[in-house]
């Protein structure tokens, strides 16, 4: 798997989505973190199997990243990402403060 993502992505990722119906310890096995530049791992920790969802947590953990459950999910961060500050404006979007609803009192 890692040889495979690391022909793919040539750049760092920032959010990586597993969700490959319950096979997600395989793949975190076969990652190497050392070769990828991941910032966070989002994926099903269901608790139908809590030691299955503690093993895959563990994997992420000894490779840097802090794990949360959130329902059903678990959203791990490595230590190292830190957020960037979100642009005013760009040519995408409008400026934030001209697209939100005026609120009248």
Do not use: W
Not at 32 to 59: P, T
Not at 98 to 103: E, G, M, Q, S, V
């Amino acid at each position: 798997m890692s040889d495979c993502l690391c022909v793919c992505v040539c750049v760092p990722v920032c959010i990586c989505g597993a969700d490959v119906e319950g096979a997600e310890q395989s793949v975190l096995e076969g990652t190497d973190f050392q070769q990828l530049d991941v910032s966070a791992v989002v994926m099903e920790c269901d608790r139908h199997d809590e030691e299955k969802d503690r093993r895959k947590r563990d994997i992420l953990e000894a490779n840097g990243f802090e794990c949360q459950e959130v329902e059903r999910n678990c959203f791990c961060k490595h230590v190292s990402f830190t957020p960037s500050a979100m642009p005013a404006e760009s040519q995408l979007y409008p400026s934030y403060r001209d697209a939100a609803p005026k609120l009248h009192h």
